[in-house]
């Protein structure tokens, strides 16, 4: 394991990170207990397992050189950022197209609790791989924004608690998103106090049953676009918009939920759902 500031020349970004030569060599430590990488073949891999340093803006490109040799850049995925003063976040594409990888299947928590982190560039990580987003932005109070343009969603399995409590989040749109193979949604944007509107559009969700508590808490929502969206195997959307004081545009006049057996609560204390089309 080496630990440095010297990985993209800003001494402020303290990395900890693997080498792995050609793509095949092992470790030069095992000393993080992390999992393995499956490496692209013949390319010499460095891994990132952890994020401490000071920098407010921290910039991760898909390719670096060192000592005059061409390295990818993989990031571990789980657990990654805990820097203080950290405020925004770049995931960097390579001029032949070539993003940052994430080595395993997960991203939980990658930048949960990070309590200054104000924005997140995605578009030069590749996500097609991940299965699960569990709470990945989830505590981040002063998360305003996240580029989430040609995000790979396809592999995604569980998407839960994803932005729970980000009470500085304003809009998402998730219109773009494949969600073809997820199984929950619960909790995904529960105490999002200042979200104000929200877009799923033309999700064909052939698989979600469970969107529980998804939007609980968003007091300050005011419009959420389903508009063609699709969910017949959804069982559970118990308290999904709890306490959306302010929702006013809600059309689920064509929509069909023939799975649906707990909605109980689903639109407890919506002061102005009269005005939604439901």
């Known amino acids: 394991?080496?630990?440095?500031?010297?990985?993209?020349?800003?001494?402020?970004?303290?990395?900890?990170?693997?080498?792995?030569?050609?793509?095949?060599?092992?470790?030069?430590?095992?000393?993080?207990?992390?999992?393995?990488?499956?490496?692209?073949?013949?390319?010499?891999?460095?891994?990132?397992?952890?994020?401490?340093?000071?920098?407010?803006?921290?910039?991760?490109?898909?390719?670096?050189?060192?000592?005059?040799?061409?390295?990818?850049?993989?990031?571990?995925?789980?657990?990654?950022?805990?820097?203080?003063?950290?405020?925004?976040?770049?995931?960097?594409?390579?001029?032949?197209?070539?993003?940052?990888?994430?080595?395993?299947?997960?991203?939980?928590?990658?930048?949960?609790?990070?309590?200054?982190?104000?924005?997140?560039?995605?578009?030069?990580?590749?996500?097609?791989?991940?299965?699960?987003?569990?709470?990945?932005?989830?505590?981040?109070?002063?998360?305003?924004?996240?580029?989430?343009?040609?995000m790979d969603t396809s592999a995604a399995a569980d998407i839960s608690e994803m932005f729970e409590y980000d009470t500085s989040l304003k809009e998402a749109d998730l219109s773009g998103w494949n969600v073809s193979n997820v199984l929950t949604a619960q909790e995904m944007f529960t105490g999002c106090e200042s979200l104000q509107s929200v877009s799923l559009s033309g999700w064909q969700a052939d698989n979600l049953q469970d969107m529980a508590n998804m939007f609980s808490g968003c007091v300050s929502l005011t419009e959420a676009d389903i508009s063609g969206a699709d969910f017949p195997k959804l069982a559970d959307a118990g308290r999904m918009f709890y306490d959306c004081k302010n929702l006013q545009t809600l059309d689920l006049s064509e929509m069909e939920f023939p799975m649906l057996h707990h909605a109980d609560g689903m639109f407890s204390m919506d002061d102005e759902i009269g005005r939604a089309h439901v």
Not at 25 to 52: C, K, M, N, R
Not at 80 to 88: A, E, V
Not at 99 to 117: D, I, R, Y
Request: glycine fraction near 10%.
């Open 1 to 150: 394991l080496e630990v440095g500031g010297d990985l993209f020349g800003n001494p402020e970004m303290t990395f900890s990170y693997e080498v792995h030569e050609d793509g095949t060599e092992e470790a030069e430590s095992q000393e993080t207990g992390s999992q393995g990488t499956e490496s692209q073949e013949d390319e010499a891999q460095i891994l990132i397992v952890g994020y401490t340093g000071e920098a407010k803006q921290v910039r991760i490109p898909a390719k670096t050189t060192i000592h005059g040799k061409d390295y990818h850049i993989a990031i571990y995925g789980e657990v990654m950022f805990s820097g203080d003063g950290m405020t925004q976040v770049d995931f960097l594409a390579a001029e032949d197209g070539s993003k940052v990888t994430v080595s395993g299947k997960s991203l939980e928590a990658c930048f949960s609790s990070c309590e200054e982190l104000q924005r997140v560039d995605l578009s030069g990580l590749d996500t097609s791989t991940v299965e699960n987003f569990k709470s990945m932005f989830s505590d981040d109070a002063s998360l305003e924004s996240v580029e989430m343009s040609g």
